[in-house]
T-cell receptor, first 114, second 112 residues
Framework: AQKVTQAQTEISVVEKEDVTLDCVYE???????LFWYKQPPSGELVFLIR??????QNEISGRYSWNFQKSTSSFNFTITASQVVDSAVYFC???????????FGTGTRLQVFP | SQTIHQWPATLVQPVGSPLSLECTVEGTSNPNLYWYRQAAGRGLQLLFYSVGIGQISSEVPQNLSASRPQDRQFILSSKKLLLSDSGFYLC???????????FGPGTRLLVL
């Protein structure tokens, strides 16, 4: 069975702090895809990144970076120098096998205070 | 560029009333379409997906149904709403299987 665990329910930081959101996944598929989405207060899910299981190279996009480690089944997300606009719920998700279904974690609510 | 629309944005309905939520995608052809529900404290759950007109796959047996009458239109329906149908309904699209799913703005449904 596929599963995504985001153990951090809520994180609060002060602006300019770095913050890491954890994501641990379970799957028996050899080919799978991992995603991060951001859900601001408006509710819309905003796509951030997609990574396939054969690409373990870490990625940086501006203040965002992702650390994919198959050995620990983790796909962690770091925001450097956080800003108030980063406040949102962040979801990690997994898809794999012969299904197109996205399995979401329960989300981590990030609050960045000025 | 592609855009996805959902309406209504917010809906308050009495128990037992019918439901129709609509989702349309612009700027692409033959997209895969999805309906998800986000219930309070229960995360996001896939309800239905469609790979083409008239082709609907159901993930969770429930009080809801979906239809795809046109290539870029996806409709979520119910004949009689239950209190447990309350939630935030999100439509999504992708180019093909296992590609990134892009989400619409969502519909907040409150059943009283």
């Amino acid at each position: 069975a596929q599963k995504v665990t985001q153990a951090q329910t809520e994180i609060s930081v002060v602006e300019k702090e770095d913050v890491t959101l954890d994501c641990v996944y379970e799957t028996r598929d050899t080919t799978y895809y991992l995603f991060w989405y951001k859900q601001p207060p408006s509710g819309e899910l905003v796509f951030l990144i997609r990574r396939n299981s054969f690409d373990e190279q870490n990625e940086i996009s501006g203040r965002y970076s992702w650390n994919f480690q198959k050995s620990t089944s983790s796909f962690n997300f770091t925001i450097t120098a956080s800003q108030v606009v980063d406040s949102a719920v962040y979801f990690c998700a997994l898809s794999g096998g012969d299904t197109d279904k996205l399995i979401f974690g329960t989300g981590t609510r990030l609050q960045v205070f000025p | 560029s592609q855009t996805i629309h959902q309406w209504p944005a917010t809906l308050v309905q009495p128990v037992g009333s019918p439901l129709s939520l609509e989702c349309t995608v612009e700027g692409t052809s033959n997209p895969n379409l999805y309906w998800y529900r986000q219930a309070a404290g229960r995360g996001l759950q896939l309800l239905f997906y469609s790979v083409g007109i008239g082709q609907i796959s159901s993930e969770v047996p429930q009080n809801l149904s979906a239809s795809r009458p046109q290539d870029r239109q996806f409709i979520l329906s119910s004949k009689k709403l239950l209190l447990s149908d309350s939630g935030f309904y999100l439509c999504a699209w992708s180019v093909r299987l296992r590609e990134t799913q892009y989400f619409g703005p969502g519909t907040r449904l409150l059943v009283l």
